[in-house]
C-alpha cells in the first residue's frame, strides 16, 4: 500500500483503505469531469463550463469556463440561484423566475457541424429552456415534461422525464440533420427545416434567449459545446463515464521495467466480482480468488441470459440448461445494458422474449436488471408464465399503476398479490435509470420477498397463493397471454430453483452497481509525458486503442472475449487477446494504470468500520506481467573479505551456486586482491574489468583462476565482483560463491 504501492499513486475520490487492505471509493459524487485523458474530441471542445462553486451567487458574477468564455449571472439576487450538489461535483440551481447565465460564447457552428451537452435536473414538468441561442433557437428545452429540441421549428420530444433526478441530454448535428440523444439514448434523425438555420449569437445557460419567458427550474451541470460532430459511441462513452453516482480514480506510479520490455498482463485482485455476469451452473466463484465472496451463487443456477446477442432472434441460456430464449417483434439487439449488452423493448411495437416451456419449481427466484421509460403504464411485465386471470393461473413480476400508484413492483398469482411499498423516491421503479429487481419464491411456505437494488422491501402481505402453476413458457418483457409489454430495456435475466437470502441478492446487485475498469499506457519517458493525451494513438488506452474503451471483469472471459464463456478467477487482462480490438501495446521502460471506481449504489448497505455507507468497489492488488527485472546487469561486490591474505588459488577452485530463479542470461564475475582494481581473464591475460562486457562467466574463471595470484594483480585479499545479468523479464539469482586456495 505505501513505498512502490498503491499510496505511491494519485487518488481522486478513492482511498487507502488501512482497516480493511483495500482501495475503495472515498467521494460523495462523481468526479469524472470532461479532461483531456478520455473526453472524445477534446481538442474539438470551443466551450466548457463545469458550473462548480459555492454559496449564493451575486448578480452579474462570473460563471468559470474551463475552455472559451466566462459566463455571467443574470438577474441573480443572492438567493434564487446558488452553487449546490452537481451530477459531478457542484451545479447551479435556478429558482425558474428571472436567473440564468449568459455567456459572450457565440459560433456560426451550424454551418458546419457541432455537438452540445449538459446534465439537468428538473423540479417541474413545466415548458423550460435548458440550453438556447435565441428564441427560435433552444436546442435543449423541457417540454410538458418531454426533453425536445427546437433549431427554426420545434420537434417532438423524447420519452418523459422524471422530476428530482439527474439526466443527461446532448445534440449533434450538422448542416443537414440534427439529432437529440437523452442518457444516453438516440432519438431519431431530424432534417433541418432550413439549411440557413446559424446559432451565431451568444449562448445561454438556463433561460431561452428571448428575456425571462420559460427560465429553467431546477439544477444544472457540466455544460459544453464542440465544433464537430459526435457519433452516437461517443456520447455513449461521455453518459456511461458521467451518469455513475458515485466515481473516483486511481492512478498508479510510472512502473519501471529498467530497459524497454514488452508489458503483457494486467490481472487484478477484488474482494468480490465488480462489473461481471454471472458464470455457469456448472461453475462456482470461491473464496481463494474473491475473499468476501458468499460462495454457492450459482448453485441451483436453471437459466441465465446475458442478453448480449447483437442480431437474430436467439438468446443463449448460459446456465447450461439450453432453455434458449427468442426475440420477437423485433426489440433491439445490442442496446446498452448494465453489464455488457441488453435488449430494448418497445411497448408500442409488442415487443418481447419468450423461452421454451419449464418448470421453475415450488421454490424459485429471479433477478432482472429494468430501464424503464415511464411507470405511467397500467401494468409493464418483467416476467410471466401467466395471462393474469384465473386463480389458478401462474404468476406474473412486473410494474402496477392501476392497483397503486406509480413505481410499485409487484409479484402476482392470479388474484393473490405481493407488492413492493409504491415509492418512487426510494428508487422501487424510477424511469430512466437502471435498477436490479429480485423476487424469491417460497412456494411451500406460500411467501415472497422482493428486494430492490439490494434492498429488502417491505411488501404488503408475504403470503401468496400456492396453487398457481410452475409449468409453462417464459416471457420477458409481456404477460403469456398478452399484453402488458415492458416499455423499456432489460438484461441479465436470472433463474433459481430456490430462494436467495439477502446477502445474495446484495451480492447480485453489486456486480452491476460496484464497477472498476482499467485503462493503460506505455511509455518511453520517466514521467510518461511522451504519452499526452489529445493525439490520436497517444494516451491512456483500453481494448481497442483508445481512450474511449475499458478493461473491466466485462471481458473476465475466456479468451478475454467480450459475450464468451465467464470465468471463475478473478480477472487478468492479456493485452494479445485483444489484438483484433486494435489493442497495441508498445515495449517501452515505463508503464502506467488507471483504475476508475464507479458506484450507483442509492443506499447504505456496506459498512468499513465506520458506519454505514454507500457500497464501493474494492480494489486489492495489480499485478502487470510479466515480472520485469533489472536488464542493465547490476552488481555486486563482496563486503566481508575472504579469509586474509590468500598465496594461491586453486586450479578449478571455484565453486557458483545459482538459485531456484538460476540466471539464464548468465552470471559474470570478476577478482580483485585490493578492493579497488578488478580484474578479468580476456583470453591470454588478467586486465582491467570495469563492467559486465569486461567480466567472466563461471567457467571461464575456474578455468584460469590459479593464474591470477602470479599476475598484475598479485596476492593480496581477496574480493569478487559479480554481475547480475537479467533478460528483463527473467532472474538472475547467485546464492553461493566458494573459492578454494592457500593463505599465508
Known amino acids: 500500500p505505501s513505498s512502490g504501492g498503491f499510496l505511491s499513486g494519485v487518488m481522486t475520490g478513492a482511498q487507502w483503505d488501512n482497516t480493511n487492505s483495500l482501495v475503495r471509493l472515498n467521494t460523495t459524487t462523481n468526479n469524472a469531469e470532461l479532461d483531456a485523458s478520455w473526453t472524445p474530441q477534446w481538442s474539438s471542445l470551443v466551450g466548457y463550463w463545469k458550473l462548480n462553486g459555492t454559496g449564493s451567487i451575486a448578480n452579474?458574477?462570473?460563471?468559470?469556463?474551463?475552455?472559451?468564455?466566462?459566463?455571467?449571472?443574470?438577474?441573480?439576487?443572492?438567493?434564487?440561484?446558488?452553487?449546490?450538489?452537481?451530477?459531478?461535483?457542484?451545479?447551479?440551481?435556478?429558482?425558474?423566475?428571472?436567473?440564468?447565465?449568459?455567456?459572450?460564447?457565440s459560433s456560426p457552428i451550424m454551418a458546419d457541424s457541432f455537438s452540445m451537452m449538459i446534465w439537468f435536473k428538473t423540479t417541474s414538468s413545466a415548458d423550460q429552456k435548458i440550453l438556447s441561442f435565441s428564441a427560435a433557437n433552444h436546442p435543449i428545452q423541457i417540454n410538458n415534461g418531454n426533453v425536445r429540441l427546437c433549431i427554426g421549428a420545434c420537434f417532438a420530444g423524447t420519452t418523459l422525464i422524471n422530476n428530482n433526478q439527474w439526466h443527461f441530454a446532448a445534440v449533434v448535428g450538422d448542416s443537414v440533420s440534427i439529432r437529440l440523444y437523452l442518457d444516453g439514448n438516440a432519438a431519431p434523425e431530424i432534417?433541418?427545416?432550413?439549411?440557413?438555420?446559424?446559432?451565431?449569437?451568444?449562448?445561454?445557460?438556463?433561460?431561452?434567449g428571448a428575456g425571462t419567458p420559460y427560465l429553467f427550474l431546477g439544477a444544472l451541470d457540466e455544460a459544453a459545446v464542440w465544433n464537430t460532430t459526435l457519433t452516437t459511441a461517443q456520447i455513449q462513452t461521455i453518459y456511461a463515464r458521467q451518469s455513475a453516482k458515485y466515481s473516483g480514480q486511481l492512478t498508479s506510479r510510472v512502473l519501471d521495467s529498467y530497459s524497454p520490455q514488452s508489458w503483457t498482463t494486467l490481472a487484478a485482485t477484488t474482494t468480490r466480482p465488480f462489473y461481471k455476469e454471472?458464470?455457469?451452473?456448472?461453475?462456482?466463484?470461491?473464496?481463494?480468488?474473491?475473499?468476501?465472496?458468499?460462495?454457492?451463487l450459482v448453485s441451483g443456477l436453471t437459466g441465465l441470459w446475458h442478453l448480449n446477442e447483437t442480431s437474430g432472434t436467439s438468446l443463449a441460456d448460459s446456465?447450461?440448461?439450453?432453455?434458449?430464449?427468442?426475440?420477437?417483434?423485433?426489440?433491439?439487439?445490442?442496446?446498452?445494458?448494465?453489464?455488457?449488452?441488453?435488449?430494448?423493448?418497445?411497448?408500442?411495437s409488442s415487443q418481447y422474449i419468450s423461452t421454451p416451456s419449464l418448470n421453475v419449481g415450488n421454490n424459485f427466484t429471479f433477478s432482472i436488471w429494468a430501464n424503464i421509460k415511464s411507470t405511467s403504464?397500467?401494468?409493464?411485465?418483467?416476467?410471466?408464465?401467466?395471462?393474469?386471470?384465473?386463480?389458478?393461473?401462474?404468476f406474473r413480476i412486473g410494474l402496477n399503476s392501476w392497483q397503486t400508484s406509480d413505481g410499485t413492483v409487484m409479484f402476482e398469482t392470479g388474484n393473490g398479490i405481493a407488492s413492493a411499498t409504491a415509492a418512487s423516491a426510494a428508487g422501487v421503479a424510477t424511469p430512466n435509470g437502471w435498477h436490479h429487481y429480485v423476487f424469491s419464491i417460497d412456494r411451500s411456505a406460500g411467501t415472497a420477498l422482493i428486494f430492490v437494488d439490494g434492498v429488502q422491501k417491505n411488501i404488503g402481505s408475504t403470503t401468496i397463493r400456492t396453487d398457481f402453476k410452475n409449468s409453462a413458457i417464459l416471457n420477458f418483457g409481456r404477460l403469456t397471454s398478452g399484453g402488458g409489454y415492458l416499455d423499456g430495456s432489460i438484461d441479465?435475466?436470472?433463474?433459481?430453483?430456490?430462494?436467495?437470502?439477502?446477502?445474495?441478492?446484495?451480492?447480485?446487485?453489486?456486480r452491476g452497481a460496484n464497477r472498476i475498469k482499467y485503462q493503460i499506457r506505455s511509455c518511453s519517458a520517466g514521467d510518461c509525458s511522451d504519452q499526452e493525451a489529445i493525439t490520436a494513438g497517444k494516451g491512456w488506452k483500453g481494448p481497442d486503442n483508445t481512450q474511449l474503451s475499458y478493461f473491466s471483469e466485462l471481458?473476465?472471459?475466456?479468451?478475454?472475449?467480450?459475450?464468451?464463456?465467464?470465468?471463475?478467477?478473478?480477472?487478468?487482462?492479456?493485452f494479445s487477446n485483444f489484438s483484433g480490438m486494435g489493442l497495441s501495446v508498445t515495449a517501452n521502460r515505463y508503464f502506467q494504470y488507471r483504475a476508475?471506481?464507479?458506484s450507483d449504489d442509492q443506499n447504505t448497505l456496506c459498512n468499513y468500520g465506520s458506519g454505514a455507507v454507500a457500497c464501493s468497489p474494492e480494489l486489492q492488488s495489480v499485478n502487470l506481467g510479466p515480472t520485469h527485472y533489472d536488464a542493465t546487469a547490476p552488481s555486486i561486490t563482496s563486503k566481508a573479505l575472504i579469509g586474509s591474505a590468500y598465496q594461491t588459488l586453486d586450479a578449478n577452485g571455484m565453486t557458483e551456486t545459482l538459485g531456484s530463479n538460476s540466471c539464464s542470461s548468465g552470471a559474470k564475475y570478476s577478482l580483485s586482491s585490493d578492493g579497488s582494481t578488478f580484474y578479468y581473464w580476456n583470453g591470454s591475460a588478467w586486465t582491467t574489468s570495469s563492467a559486465y562486457a569486461t567480466a567472466n562467466d563461471a567457467a571461464t574463471m575456474r578455468t584460469n583462476i590459479s593464474s591470477f595470484p602470479s599476475s598484475a594483480a598479485g596476492t593480496g585479499t581477496l574480493q569478487i565482483k559479480t554481475y547480475l545479468k537479467s533478460t528483463g523479464i527473467s532472474s538472475c539469482e547467485v546464492d553461493n560463491l566458494q573459492f578454494t586456495g592457500r593463505k599465508y
Not at 492 to 510: C, D, K, P
Open 377 to 394: 403504464f397500467e401494468w409493464q411485465t418483467l416476467v410471466s408464465n401467466s395471462g393474469g386471470g384465473s386463480a389458478t393461473d401462474g
Open 596 to 598: 476508475i471506481l464507479e
Open 191 to 208: 432534417t433541418y427545416p432550413s439549411s440557413s438555420t446559424n446559432l451565431g449569437v451568444a449562448l445561454n445557460i438556463g433561460n431561452s
Open 492 to 510: 441479465e435475466v436470472a433463474l433459481w430453483s430456490r430462494t436467495l437470502s439477502a446477502a445474495e441478492a446484495l451480492e447480485l446487485y453489486r
Open 60 to 105: 452579474g458574477s462570473t460563471v468559470s469556463a474551463t475552455i472559451g468564455t466566462n459566463g455571467t449571472a443574470a438577474n441573480a439576487n443572492g438567493t434564487g440561484m446558488a452553487y449546490n450538489n452537481g451530477q459531478l461535483n457542484q451545479g447551479i440551481s435556478f429558482d425558474g423566475t428571472d436567473d440564468y447565465v449568459s455567456t459572450s460564447f
Open 319 to 348: 446456465s447450461g440448461s439450453s432453455i434458449t430464449g427468442t426475440a420477437t417483434n423485433s426489440p433491439t439487439l445490442g442496446a446498452v445494458g448494465v453489464l455488457g449488452y441488453g435488449v430494448g423493448l418497445a411497448r408500442a
Open 555 to 574: 471481458y473476465n472471459t475466456t479468451g478475454n472475449t467480450l459475450g464468451g464463456t465467464v470465468s471463475t478467477t478473478s480477472p487478468t487482462m492479456t
Open 278 to 296: 454471472l458464470p455457469s451452473a456448472s461453475s462456482s466463484e470461491g473464496s481463494s480468488e474473491y475473499s468476501s465472496i458468499g460462495g454457492g
